[in-house]
C-alpha cells in the first residue's frame, strides 16, 4: 500500500496550491479519502474526506469556502485544491485511505504559508 502526496510548498497568503495524493495497493475506489494536517505543537487534525464516489465531502469549519476535496477513481488518485491560504493553514498534510478494514497514510507534505 503506498499513499505519495505531493504539491505542498511555500506560498504567500492570499495564495494558493493543489495537493495530490496517488494511491495504490488497496481498493481506492471503494475508500473514503481524507486529508489531515498537523502544524507543529498541535494534535493531527482533519481537514477534509470525500466518499467512494466523490459525492459525499466534509470540511473542518476553519476552511470551509476555502478548500476543496476531489478525487479521480479512474486514476486513484485525491486531491485538495487550497485558495485564499493563511498562515495558520501551515502544517504537514497527509492523505489518508480507509477501505473499511483498514486506515492508510501518506508520509505527508509540508505546506508554509508566509510572506
Known amino acids: 500500500v503506498q499513499l505519495a502526496e505531493s504539491g505542498g510548498g511555500l506560498v504567500q497568503p492570499g495564495g494558493s496550491l493543489r495537493l495530490s495524493c496517488a494511491a495504490s495497493?488497496?481498493?481506492?475506489?471503494?475508500?473514503?479519502m481524507s486529508w489531515y494536517r498537523q502544524a507543529p505543537g498541535k494534535e493531527r487534525e482533519l481537514v477534509a474526506n470525500?466518499?467512494?464516489?466523490?459525492?459525499?465531502?466534509n470540511y473542518a469549519d476553519s476552511v470551509k469556502g476555502r478548500f476543496t476535496i476531489s478525487r479521480d477513481n479512474a486514476k486513484d488518485t485525491v486531491y485538495l485544491q487550497m485558495n485564499s491560504l493563511k498562515p495558520e493553514d501551515t502544517a504537514v498534510y497527509y492523505c489518508?485511505?480507509?477501505?473499511?478494514?483498514?486506515?492508510?497514510w501518506g508520509q505527508g507534505t509540508q505546506v508554509t504559508v508566509s510572506s
Open positions: 489518508n485511505g480507509y477501505d473499511w478494514k483498514y486506515a492508510y
Open positions: 495497493g488497496f481498493a481506492f475506489s471503494s475508500a473514503v
Open positions: 470525500i466518499g467512494s464516489s466523490g459525492g459525499n465531502t
